[in-house]
């Protein structure tokens, strides 16, 4: 799927890595095989998406590159840390942590719910929730 041995063989560890964590939550009369290829197909793909981001962003530096003033750009991001900070700290803390779970570690809806023990339904609405959260946040102080 990655057309790359080095990647391949990072995704293989990687593989491995989330089984044995998530080995309590196993079910030995499941077929293994279409569980470690779904993890496999989940770490893929997230890697896949982390790249074209990556690859937007080197766009978009470069083309604003010399454009821009620094110390604006600095001021900006700082007041845009500051607030979804802040967004996180008003949070629920259950939301807080599906929130982490989904856009930081990059796990699937299914892994949050597995991990938690709880429905896919309610890991999305705990999501929408967060992402609603940071949005209305935004919005009050014109960020967009």
């Not at 991001?77 to 982490?100: C, D, G, I, W």
């Amino acid at each position: 799927m990655v057309h790359n041995e080095d990647d391949a063989e990072e995704i293989v560890q990687e593989v491995f890595v989330k089984l044995w964590e998530r080995r309590q939550f196993l079910d030995p009369a499941q077929n293994i095989s279409g569980y470690l290829f779904k993890i496999a197909k989940n770490i893929v793909y997230n890697k896949a998406r982390h790249q074209v981001h990556e690859l937007a962003y080197g766009k978009y530096l470069s083309e604003n590159e010399g454009t821009g003033n620094a110390t604006e750009e600095q001021i900006n991001y700082e007041e845009l840390s500051h607030l979804l900070e802040e967004a996180f700290t008003t949070m629920p803390p259950t939301r807080k942590q599906v929130f982490v779970m989904s856009r930081i570690e990059g796990l699937s809806n299914s892994e949050i719910a597995q991990r938690l023990q709880t429905s896919n339904s309610n890991i999305e609405n705990h999501i929408n929730k967060a992402l609603h959260d940071i949005r209305r946040k935004l919005e009050r102080h014109k960020m967009i």
